[in-house]
RNA sequence: GGCCCCUUCGUCUAAUGGUUAGGACACCAGGUUUUCAUCCUGGCAAUAGGAGUUCGAUUCUCCUAGGGGUCACCA
């Protein structure tokens, strides 16, 4: 029965979308997994049936397959534990209760919601806490079903482990009556959770910081049960970009799938939530999927909220975008370009996507980075009435360099090679500045606020497209009319 | 309010008794024959406060302050 490997699980309950803060949870313990050659369960806790919402059991499993992470068993891929939808095991949660029942640890809760209510409102007016232990009814009625189940404690002391916190430590005044099954017959997470984690030879529990406050109840129960509590790893919360307040969807947390629309890589996005609270103690700060679940380590997890920093996010996207292959990065761009790119071959669009590699980040910039590489702007006289050079120069003196520009194209064969010896030479001829003549130029073919280096990008667009472009700013007015 | 946890540059963090408190992002300046980037160089910038232990505290102890979590028939 013993069974020796890893097994962790990411158990969200399907009420929404998937933000950076529970993704992250699901990573640490999917690297954990990872790194002990072990499983990792995806289960669903959907005993809330009020708050459930239609889809998103597949939008979340959607979530953790875009950022990389898989499961050997789950919701959506039965496993040797059944059902890993927690509705659908309704069954093994009563047989638990009642042999908790048998033994006299769980008792019916006689009261209502109401009088247990005007219980707590009591405790408070007094200003003490509030225990429902203090309640317990001496002579509780038979479980029949329809009252809700409670466990009955033991209050103690209790020290634990935790792999990310340390050593902690409460009172006895933290135990109390909890209740494990609700008047309609589902079970609480409290409840649920603990006989899943048994039955699915869970090791290691990973998640979020406000489960800390309860886990000595969950000893509690562990004890009850008569069962050895997994590892307990507690992770601290992504904070909010302002505030200190935990990151939430009411704050403006975004559907992690979001990121996949912006063209944000899936390497970056694991890249990111790894380091976000965690670090290998080097100095290192990008790493690919691999060094990640070989490098992880818990108790290398921060214990104090890091706060979400989209910044940081586009800086590493960028780094895993120069690192990537042409081919591997063709393949992730390919619904990004811009409209006009679609009658253009693959070579040409590979060609352009290599000019744009050391200056995109996510995908969806490419359109405006590379637009004029397919279709021909519009002229747009502010980029040289708001150049520091350009503007200085007056009408004829902008239409002679580009005259001169043309004349020497004209007899250039466009190979890279041979365009930056002609702009060099043409720069000696008009006696100019690169920031002058090189900008003029690149501005009238572009048209674009930035573009790659104008002997790369000339060569890439050709001939006869950029000797267009120049003959036709030549036609135009380009120095704006001063006023005084 | 009770209980628990946390506190190093603006941000992510390194350093567990001895460092000019290190790195990265961001920002600023300079360089790489134009722009936007990349890349390189430099700069700005932190141990919440107070006691104590110690020859010596970011590091250990205590107190204060601040922040967070939790106290559901939600998970």
Redesign the pocket.
């Given at each position: 029965m013993s069974n020796q490997s890893v097994r962790t699980r990411f158990?969200?309950?399907p009420t929404g979308y998937l933000h950076v803060g529970g993704v992250r949870t699901a990573l640490f313990a999917w690297l954990i997994a990872k790194q002990g050659d072990g499983q990792f369960i995806l289960r669903l806790?959907d005993?809330?049936k009020k708050?459930e919402v239609a889809g998103a059991d597949a939008h979340i499993a959607e979530s953790l397959r875009w950022v990389g992470i898989g499961w050997e068993e789950g919701f959506d891929k039965p496993g040797k534990h059944g059902s890993y939808r927690q509705s659908e095991r309704l069954d093994r949660y009563q047989e638990w209760a009642k042999k908790l029942v048998e033994q006299g640890r769980a008792y019916a809760?006689p009261?209502?919601?109401q009088e247990?209510q005007k219980f707590?409102e009591e405790a408070q007016a007094t200003?003490k806490?509030?225990l429902?232990r203090n309640h317990r009814p001496e002579n509780p009625p038979e479980w029949d079903g329809t009252?809700?189940l409670r466990f009955k404690s033991d209050p103690k002391n209790y020290n634990w482990h935790d792999e990310v916190?340390?050593d902690?430590?409460?009172?006895p005044?933290?135990i109390?009556d909890?209740?494990l099954v609700?008047?309609?017959g589902?079970?609480?997470?409290?409840f649920s959770?603990i006989v899943d984690d048994v039955d699915m030879e869970i090791t290691h529990i990973i998640r979020g910081?406000?489960?800390?406050?309860?886990t000595p109840i969950y000893l509690n129960l562990y004890e009850a049960l008569g069962v050895t509590p997994p590892i307990m790893g507690t992770v601290?919360?992504i904070?909010g970009p302002t505030?200190?307040?935990?990151l939430s969807k009411r704050d403006g947390a975004k559907d992690i799938l979001d990121y996949r629309e912006q063209g944000y890589l899936p390497a970056a996005m694991m890249n990111f939530l790894a380091?976000?609270?965690?670090?290998d103690?080097t100095?290192q700060?990008v790493f690919t999927t691999e060094e990640l679940i070989s490098k992880f380590d818990m108790k290398?997890i921060?214990?104090?909220?890091?706060?979400f920093?989209e910044?940081?996010l586009?800086?590493l996207q960028?780094?895993h975008v120069?690192k990537a292959s042409i081919d591997e990065l063709y393949k992730l761009v390919q619904s990004f370009w811009p409209e006009s790119a679609e009658e253009f071959p693959d070579d040409y669009k590979r060609r352009v996507l290599a000019l744009l590699q050391?200056?995109?980040k996510h995908f969806a910039e490419l359109p405006a980075l590379s637009s004029f590489f397919f279709e021909d702007l519009e002229p747009n006289l502010d980029l040289i009435s708001s150049?520091k050079q350009l503007k200085k120069l007056p009408e004829t003196e902008l239409k002679s360099l580009l005259s001169e520009a043309v004349a020497m194209l004209k007899d250039n064969d466009f190979s890279e090679n041979s365009l930056?010896a002609g702009?060099?030479e043409l720069?000696e001829k008009t006696n100019q500045?690169?920031?002058v003549?090189?900008?003029l130029?690149?501005i009238c073919v572009t048209w674009?606020?930035?573009?790659?280096?104008?002997?790369?990008?000339l060569n890439l667009l050709g001939k006869d497209r950029s000797l267009k472009q120049l003959e036709h700013a030549l036609t135009i007015p380009l120095a704006r009319a001063h006023s005084s």
């Open positions: 158990a969200p309950s806790e005993t809330d708050r809760d009261y209502s919601a247990v707590r200003k806490p509030f429902y009252q809700p916190m340390g902690l430590s409460t009172g005044e933290v109390d909890f209740i609700k008047s309609d589902y079970p609480t997470y409290n959770h910081q406000e489960f800390i406050a309860s601290p919360h904070l505030g200190n307040k935990k380091t976000l609270g965690w670090n103690g100095e700060e290398r921060q214990k104090n909220g890091s706060r920093d910044t940081r586009s800086w960028g780094a120069r050391d200056r995109l150049h930056v702009l060099n720069l500045k690169p920031a003549l090189f900008s130029i690149r674009s606020p930035s573009s790659p280096g104008l002997a790369e990008t």
